[in-house]
């Protein structure tokens, strides 16, 4: 499995951006799927996932309400949507995916992107 996230860039403080993470493999669907991140000088942090169908979805604290995570089976593909952004959102974003049943807590991921870079300027 080999996931390339994309949809990073700068964005102003209360604007919105869209992630996307194309997944590679016939699997997709047997994956769930996480969004993490990592400021500099800090941990990585788990931001979002949700299950192989995407019905069942789990977000960090710091996000919910602001952040969406989806994914299209079709397209092999998931997405995270990130509105009203503020500057401590700024940090690589990665996506990664994993078959365990801890995914809702961001653990036991083993396949991940190269991350993407978002930038939220004050």
């Known amino acids: 499995v080999q996931l390339q996230a994309s949809g990073g860039g700068v964005v102003q403080a209360g604007g919105s951006l869209r992630l996307s993470c194309a997944v590679s493999g016939r699997t997709f669907s047997q994956y769930a799927l996480g969004w993490f991140r990592q400021a500099p000088g800090k941990e990585r942090e788990f931001v979002a996932g949700?299950?192989?169908?995407?019905?069942?979805?789990s977000y960090a604290d710091s996000v919910k309400g602001r952040f969406t995570v989806s994914r299209d089976n079709d397209k092999n593909t998931v997405y995270l949507q990130m509105n009203r952004l503020r500057p401590k959102d700024t940090a690589v974003y990665y996506c990664?995916?994993?078959?365990?049943?801890?995914?809702?807590?961001?653990?036991?991921?083993?396949?991940w992107g190269q991350g993407t870079l978002v930038t939220v300027s004050s």
């Open positions: 990664a995916a994993t078959r365990g049943s801890d995914w809702y807590v961001g653990s036991g991921y083993d396949y």
């Open positions: 949700l299950n192989w169908s995407g019905r069942s979805t």
